[in-house]
């Protein structure tokens, strides 16, 4: 049961305005914190890495570090294809890495209490107990999907009259006041122009107002002229994808950032309910991010959520260090990742590019 629109007071709702909920009572309109999930159950046996027929990656070929080459410079307009084209190659050292990467799907849930114009739905408070926060049926997105719903809880409604409009469904115009006319713009309310009377206001000096077409009173934005008020506890349920990654230092020189963007060859992959660090891999430095990262999550992401499920993969990152000469003078750029992308940071043939 979703809500509807939601409309913000035009002042702060008197204490009575809402009712006592069992299980809520610390709810307040605008909301509080998150709430604390159900204790979770402990995590099943421990995941074994599969086995892993082959570690390495193939060298990249010479004619494949060139043409990502010549496709990186043909993507920066201010770059000459003098480098691409013509550079020598002179080696090309391999330095592949390790990445771990761990993520934490998680729901939060917090309430509070809100209000709507009456449109007549029916008023179920005390019909029946009211479910408590984590009792509320969700639809949950995919898994690894950041996702947000607003519920409102069943038999919390109630039927209020609106405090703003003191239930007439009307306030009065901000813009003229309330008087249903305003200073006429031409003559500044003198009502005379140039020494003569004004024929924009026929010299009266005020002018009918708009906003409210004379009559000095709008409709009640918070309650759209309906005179009552819906209000009820809603719900507001987030699922978050928390992502951490972990880099095995590769000492290439070519920066950890630059390996977002990019996939490797995967080595280990397994998600469940609560992971087990991964074991028995040959890399020290990932199996004891794993055992950090791990723990900080479950740590961290239970004591304010609920986790529904974890994921943890292991790649290999291709990375080449490819050094070049060009005009006499050596150079080095990166490619890396499976999709072979390059960074050269000191490309020694650009030019400033002016874009009118």
Not at 253 to 260: E, F, I, P, S, W
Not at 297 to 308: F, P
Not at 332 to 351: K, M
Request: with cysteine; aromatic share 10%; proline share 9%.
């Amino acid at each position: 049961m979703n809500s509807a629109a939601v409309y913000p007071p035009l002042s702060a709702p008197p204490a009575n305005m809402f009712n006592s909920v069992p299980g809520y009572e610390d709810t307040v309109a605008g909301g509080g914190g998150y709430l604390p999930p159900p204790m979770p159950v402990q995590p099943s046996a421990p995941p074994q890495p599969g086995p892993v027929a082959d570690w390495s990656i193939p060298s990249l070929p010479e004619d494949l570090a060139r043409g990502a080459f010549k496709d990186f410079a043909s993507s920066h307009c201010c770059y000459s294809a003098g480098p691409a084209n013509d550079g020598d190659i002179t080696t090309m050292e391999p330095f592949n890495t390790f990445r771990y990467r761990l993520e934490t799907f998680t729901e939060s849930r917090s309430t509070e209490w809100a209000h709507k114009p009456y449109e007549g739905e029916p008023a179920d408070f005390y019909t029946q107990t009211a479910p408590r926060p984590w009792e509320v049926p969700a639809t949950a997105p995919s898994l690894f999907t950041d996702h947000k719903q607003e519920i409102r809880v069943p038999f919390t409604s109630s039927i209020k009259d609106c405090q703003d409009c003191h239930s007439t469904g009307t306030t009065p115009c901000e813009e003229c006041h309330g008087n249903g006319y305003k200073q006429c713009s031409w003559c500044s309310g003198s009502g005379t122009r140039n020494d003569e009377n004004c024929h924009h206001c026929n010299g009266t000096g005020r002018d009918r107002c708009s906003d409210c077409d004379s009559e000095g009173m709008t409709k009640c934005i918070t309650c759209k002229g309906k005179r009552q008020l819906l209000t009820f506890i809603q719900l507001k349920v987030e699922w978050t994808n928390h992502v951490e990654d972990h880099v095995v230092e590769q000492n290439s020189g070519l920066k950890v950032d630059d390996l977002r963007s990019v996939s490797g060859k995967e080595l280990f992959k397994n998600n469940q309910f609560l992971l087990y660090p991964v074991l028995g891999f040959p890399n020290p430095a990932i199996a004891e991010a794993s055992e950090r990262m791990i723990r900080d999550h479950q740590s961290k992401y239970s004591q304010t959520s609920r986790i529904l499920q974890q994921r943890q993969l292991v790649e290999l990152i291709p990375i080449t260090k490819v050094n070049y000469k060009w005009k006499g003078d050596s150079h080095v750029y990166f490619v890396y990742g499976n999709e072979h992308q390059v960074s050269a940071d000191n490309y020694p043939a650009t030019c400033c590019c002016v874009i009118l």
